[in-house]
């Protein structure tokens, strides 16, 4: 909500500073949000006359001038300008000031032997656009020595201010004024416009279809007038809050907008056919608004329409074909109530913001309407001449009135600060509540009509199937609790949110519950373990174009956009791994090809929350970094798998109980990949070289190895009671193993039944050599192991060793068909 210093003054009587009333305007909950005050930084200049302008002895392309600032000196000024000339009136800038627009401190100077004590200024050098082909030339009738921020009216700041969605009197010159008002900043000055005499019926007059949409609306026809610019104070007005001015008839009802929070709407009369206006549900008609664009009207949508067809969108946007231009003559004025729930489904429906839209859907204060027809009108008459006709009207003004109670003790119970009944009351009274009765313990208050926000009428969306015995002691408890603590509200703020001593949270137990779930833990130690294997986190988008999702996945059309932000982000992504390689491409793209990135978001590929899984993918494209240990090489599927491995390691999961099989998904290398598996049926991670034609379809070179951790599915890690740590006492036995197996045969095969030989000795085994060539048969491989062997007992013999030797090479030869080389 933006407003002008003086705006706010034609409302409030203060002599208040610009940073008093600022400050007091957080302290009451209208949060400033910035102060544009564009006459700071012209403050030092002033209107001059230049009383002689001669060629400079010493240069041809300056001017020496004398240049009088108004304080009976005469300056001498150096100028470059081709437009200085003797008796102009010019901005002068004297020595010491900061010129915006040059960035530069002036000071007293000498330009080819001729001192110059100052500066004339053009308007790029004030920063006041892009000017800079001559000086500024001010009229003949500038007041010498004025400050010219002053006579151009450019010292008038404008305030902005972040207004809450319950706060739409807020959004209006007027309440913003009665807020700092009530907070003792000032005088709310009176405001009653005085009635327009009706002179002829109106020939145009209303008909609501559905009072739910429209309860009362009221219109008011205004002939002769003569349309044109608007004056200087309004045109200014509006500029300096962002608004462009049109013409008169429009620029009223853009001016009671914001200086009463009262939309109005005006129709050119001429163009409204058959004589009636009105309110009905849309049929799927199409109109042209104001805005330049066509929309087509739902029966969800409050049209206002003529014998012709939809005029206007109610509440949200206005038509063309009815728009009032210079040519109008004869005016209809439109000032409604619209439901506020209708109006913001509408504009959401249609995609448009407008400042109506923006007071209707927080509510507006239903008892101004005939007051705000009254000084419309007027104003229309001062701008463009005419006369006005009867106020015409259909439904009624809904019945508002309502009350409040407040309890003193629970100004300290509910809002922390004791603040005394007195004080309590004179506040309610100066933001415009009524005292309906009062004694040691209450109060009870009218609530005005601009205050819809305060013991609101409106009801409870409740859950389907809740027993209505409980809905209605809920809708009575939010009665009875919700009017009281708006009034507790409204006091405290006025006294100043800042005033409202700090309270420490009460400590439920010595010792803090944990405040991460299950989930959020498991996230957080992949994340760390992930950025120690070298990775970088990204944070992508959810949506990807549908061509390239379906690279990954078949699409689901139930996860389609219908009106995405983005022409290629109208799909939900089916794995991470797809964003990842996007953003890997356009890495490559600018020079940066081998990259190592993960993220830890959720997988789309059906529309239940079973189908949607959280997600640690990592992805690393192009070649290892140089080291001088071992040269840089291509990026492989045992990397990912590395990179899979490690996260699930930390993540508390047993490396012994898990498997990999080939069945990875089809956007994977079939050769080159593989599914991590706790069991048969748990899937923990897959990993893998990205398919060729994956990177065919994303324009991608090089290699790209990715990996999937599914989080969901980690088990939780056994918790077991602390003990001392295992430290056996005597020394391990190590063994070396090589087996020739099949080519077909996986190396976990082997490495499974060799822990499963002698559970209670063996302590570890691992894979250190694989081998295919002509030094084994064909259609074989030899996968060499070593076996660690941990007594606990007492120290091995000889034969004990051996006897454990044989029963791992009988249980690989029997699982595997393996024997020793």
């Known amino acids: 909500m933006k407003f002008s210093l003086s705006w706010l003054r034609e409302h409030l009587e203060t002599s208040a500073t610009l940073t008093e009333i600022t400050d007091t305007l957080t302290g009451i909950g209208l949060e400033l949000e910035s102060v544009t005050d564009r006459g700071a930084s012209l403050a030092p200049f002033r209107i001059a006359h230049v009383v002689e302008a001669v060629q400079h002895p010493n240069a041809d392309r300056l001017r020496a001038c004398k240049v009088d600032p108004g304080d009976g000196t005469l300056v001498s000024v150096v100028c470059g300008a081709p437009n200085a000339r003797t008796g102009m009136k010019a901005v002068f800038a004297p020595p010491g000031s900061f010129v915006p627009g040059t960035g530069i401190t002036l000071k007293v100077g000498e330009i080819r032997g001729v001192q110059s004590a100052g500066m004339l200024l053009s308007m790029r050098e ?32 404008v305030i902005d201010i972040s207004v809450t969605p319950n706060r739409g009197d807020a959004l209006s010159v007027r309440g913003v004024a009665r807020d700092l008002a009530a907070a003792g900043l000032g005088t709310l000055k009176p405001w009653a416009p005085a009635p327009v005499p009706a002179l002829f019926a109106s020939p145009i007059r209303w008909v609501i279809e559905d009072e739910r949409t429209c309860p009362w609306i009221l219109g008011r026809t205004v002939r002769g007038v003569r349309n044109g610019p608007s004056p200087k104070w309004l045109a200014e007005r509006l500029l300096a809050i962002g608004l462009r001015p049109i013409n008169a008839l429009v620029d009223v009802t853009n001016f009671f907008t914001f200086d009463l929070g009262r939309p109005l709407h005006v129709f050119d009369a001429d163009k409204v056919s058959g004589g009636v206006l009105t309110l009905r549900p849309g049929a799927g008609e199409s109109f042209a608004a104001l805005n330049g664009k066509t929309y087509s009207v739902t029966p969800e949508d409050c049209a ?52 109506a839209r923006q007071r ?5 204060d239903p008892a101004l309407m005939p007051a705000a027809v009254e000084a419309a009108t007027r104003l229309i008459l001062d701008l463009c001449g005419g006369e006005a006709s009867a106020v015409v009207s259909a439904g009624a003004e809904p019945a508002w009135q309502r009350t409040a109670s407040l309890r003193f003790s629970r100004l300290a119970g509910l809002g922390g600060l004791d603040v005394p009944a007195d004080d309590a009351v004179a506040s309610l009274e100066r933001l415009g509540f009524s005292v309906v009765s009062r004694d040691a313990e209450r109060v009870t208050v009218n609530v005005p009509s601009w205050r819809n926000d305060i013991a609101a009428r409106t009801e409870l969306d409740f859950a389907p199937g809740l027993d209505p015995a409980k809905a209605e002691k809920a809708a009575a408890g ?163 798998k590395g990179d899979a491995l490690a996260a699930l390691a930390a993540l508390g999961v047993p490396m012994e109980a898990l498997a990999v099989t080939a069945d990875a998904p089809g956007f994977y290398h079939p050769g080159q990949s593989g599914v991590v598996r706790q069991g048969p049926k748990t899937v923990l991670a897959t990993f893998g070289a990205l398919h060729p034609r994956v990177l065919a379809g994303l324009d991608a070179s090089g290699p790209m190895v990715a990996f999937e951790i599914f989080l969901d599915a980690v088990p939780e890690p056994k918790r077991r009671k602390k ?82 030797c044989a029963k791992v090479a009988a249980a690989v030869e029997k699982a595997t068909g393996g024997r020793l080389r």
Not at 360 to 364: A, P, S, V, Y
Not at 572 to 589: C, E, G, I, M, S
Request: hydrophobic share 45%.
């Open 126 to 157: 004030m920063g006041l656009g892009e000017d800079h082909d001559g000086i500024v030339d001010l009229p003949a009738d500038a007041p010498v020595g004025t400050a010219y921020a002053a006579w151009a009216g450019l010292d008038d700041p």
């Open 304 to 355: 206002i329409a003529d014998s012709e067809g939809v005029q206007s969108l109610a509440g949200v946007v206005g038509g063309e074909a009815t728009g009032c231009d210079e040519a109008t003559k004869t005016v209809f004025i439109e000032c409604a109530l619209f439901d506020p729930i209708r109006i913001a489904l509408t504009g959401r429906r249609h995609q448009i913001v407008s400042d």
């Open 360 to 364: 209707f859907e927080r509510g507006i």
């Open 478 to 640: 939010r009665a009875a609790v919700e009017p009281e603590a708006d009034l507790v509200e409204e006091v405290l703020r006025l006294k100043g949110l800042d005033t409202v001593p700090a309270v420490s949270m009460t400590i439920p137990a010595p010792v803090p519950q944990p405040t991460l779930s299950p989930r959020q833990t498991r996230a957080a130690l992949a994340r760390r373990t992930l950025a120690a294997q070298g990775l970088s986190e990204c944070v992508t988008f959810s949506f990807m174009a549908e061509a390239k999702a379906s690279l990954f996945l078949p699409s689901d059309p139930a996860l389609r956009l219908s009106n995405p932000i983005a022409a290629d982000l109208d799909q939900l992504r089916p794995t991470p791994v797809a964003t990842l390689a996007l953003a890997a491409q356009r890495n490559a793209a600018r020079g940066f090809a081998d990259v190592a990135l993960f993220e830890i978001g959720p997988a789309f590929r059906g529309v239940t929350a079973e189908a949607q899984p959280m997600v640690a993918a990592g992805l690393r494209a192009g070649t290892t970094p140089r080291h001088w240990v071992a040269p840089a090489r291509p990026v492989d599927a045992m990397d990912a």
């Open 723 to 804: 003990s001392l740590p295992d430290l056996p006492a005597f020394m391990p036995v190590r063994r070396d193993f090589a087996f020739l197996v099949d080519r077909a045969v996986t190396a976990e095969a082997v490495l499974r039944a060799a822990r499963g030989a002698e559970r209670a000795l063996i302590a570890s085994v691992s894979l250190f050599d694989a081998y295919e060539g002509d030094k084994v048969e064909a259609g074989k491989k030899s996968l060499a192991l070593e076996v660690m062997f941990q007594p606990r007992e007492r120290t091995l013999t000889d034969a004990e060793i051996e006897a454990a």
